[in-house]
């Protein structure tokens, strides 16, 4: 009878573990003397957001928030942009003293998301809205005040509700920073920002890394969702799934998006390592390689040596060079592929190149034509080529 009694309990026992186990996958709320693990997840209420560590390229974790699925392609936010993760043992977690922090090893130091102040009650919650909010809260357990929120701090994408301008008074500034690459979310070589004179029909600027990559904006007589200036359409396919709208006041400069409810792709403004920007999946600005002259797209000119004729472009290949003669290895490894390209470009004799990295990143400049072979599912090298001739190999 004992024995029944003892398997009774043991096996209710599992049942409250594993129905606690399946209620913290679900939680959106992290609270003090808690940690959030490798592998665990905070969902927000309606199931359409999650936050959690992820991990693209098999060596580096980031801490990040993304639409509900496959976290490779729905990222939209990225805690430690610069300072990624290494091993598996990572957590996030509020001290004592209202202080987010992500802790990865015995030996570092912990990376504070904000600064902690004074000893106090806090959580953090993710929302329905993809936002990730710090509170004081009340001894009774509503909140006081808001310590901090990710919406504050944007890495490449920007959600409805997020702001992309400045705050005059704060010195605040909010813009979008490209990834190093498609799977390393340090930050790159763009940045989409608002001007700050921030004049109607100029808004906006890509900057690439300080030299200006394109400009555009709205239409003054034809409001903030409708006819666009160099280029940048916002008003959606079907006209009405996303609502834009600029914001100025004696504080604040910013413009910002709200996405119908029944819209059915994920919703957010993206600006990608090659310096395109989406809305949605949709291409919005495009600065086709290379830009030679300005146009009616608002991309800026791109000084090239005399040596350089209007007609260039690199020709996508996999495959590898037989021989390594003829190229120059730059040891920068966080070049990005479009500072590839201009590395190249002022060299008279660069006739390709290719990342020095399996994630995309790093830069091998080839400055004389050796034996390439063509294979499937090999690295991708870019040739400089003239429109109208390609080169054999």
């Known amino acids: 009878m004992a024995s029944i009694a003892r398997k009774f309990i043991f096996n209710f026992l599992c049942l409250l573990l594993f129905l606690g186990l399946s209620s913290s996958q679900q939680q959106n709320t ?16 309606d199931g359409k957001f999650r936050l959690g560590f992820f991990n693209l390229t098999g060596n580096n974790s980031y801490l990040g928030i993304w639409y509900d699925g496959d976290s490779l392609t729905n990222v939209v936010w990225v805690a430690n942009p610069n300072a990624p993760l290494f091993g598996n043992s990572v957590s996030l977690s509020i001290d004592d003293y209202g202080s987010l922090k992500i802790s990865y090893s015995k030996l570092g130091p ?14 953090a919650v993710l929302l329905d809205t993809g936002n990730f909010v710090l509170h004081e809260l009340n001894s009774d357990g509503t909140v006081k005040r808001e310590l901090w929120q990710s919406f504050d701090y944007p890495t490449d994408a920007l959600l409805p509700g997020m702001k992309l301008g400045f705050n ?7 813009s979008l ?3 190093r690459s498609d799977v390393v979310p340090d930050v790159g070589a763009f940045t989409f920002g608002m001007n700050v004179d921030s004049i109607p029909g100029n808004e906006f600027n890509i900057m690439q890394h300080e030299d200006e990559y394109w400009t555009g904006g709205f239409s003054q007589d034809e409001g903030y969702q409708h006819k666009p200036i160099n280029g940048f359409t916002l008003q959606d396919q079907r006209g009405s ?6 914001v100025r006041n004696e504080n604040e400069t910013y413009f910002n998006y709200s996405a119908n409810k029944d819209i059915k792709t994920f919703p957010r403004l993206r600006i990608d390592y090659m310096g395109k920007l989406y809305v949605g999946e949709r291409l919005l600005v495009q600065c086709s390689f290379p830009s030679l002259v300005s146009d009616d797209q608002g991309c800026v000119k791109k000084k090239l040596p005399k040596c350089r004729s209007h007609d260039i472009t690199f020709a996508e290949r996999s495959g590898y060079f037989v021989d390594t003669d003829g190229y120059e290895f730059h040891a920068d490894d966080n070049l990005t592929h479009v500072d590839c390209e201009d590395k190249c470009l002022p060299i008279c004799s660069c006739v390709a190149f290719e990342p020095s990295k399996e994630d995309g990143t790093g830069c091998k400049v080839w400055t004389t034509m050796p034996n390439f072979e063509t294979a499937l599912n090999a690295p991708k090298v870019y040739f400089l080529e003239y429109k ?3 080169n054999s190999c």
Do not use: H, M
């Not at 992290?30 to 209420?45: I, N």
């Not at 912990?110 to 959580?123: A, K, M, T, Y």
């Not at 799934?241 to 600029?246: E, L, M, N, V």
């Open 168 to 174: 005059k008074k704060s010195g605040q500034t909010w």
């Open 388 to 390: 109208g001739k390609t």
């Open 177 to 179: 920073k490209s990834w």
């Open 30 to 45: 992290l609270v003090q003397r808690q940690e959030l693990k490798d592998g665990d997840e905070l969902v927000s209420a």
């Open 241 to 246: 799934s996303y609502a834009f709208s600029k």
């Open 110 to 123: 912990p990376i504070s998301l904000n600064p902690g102040q004074e000893p106090s009650n806090c959580s």
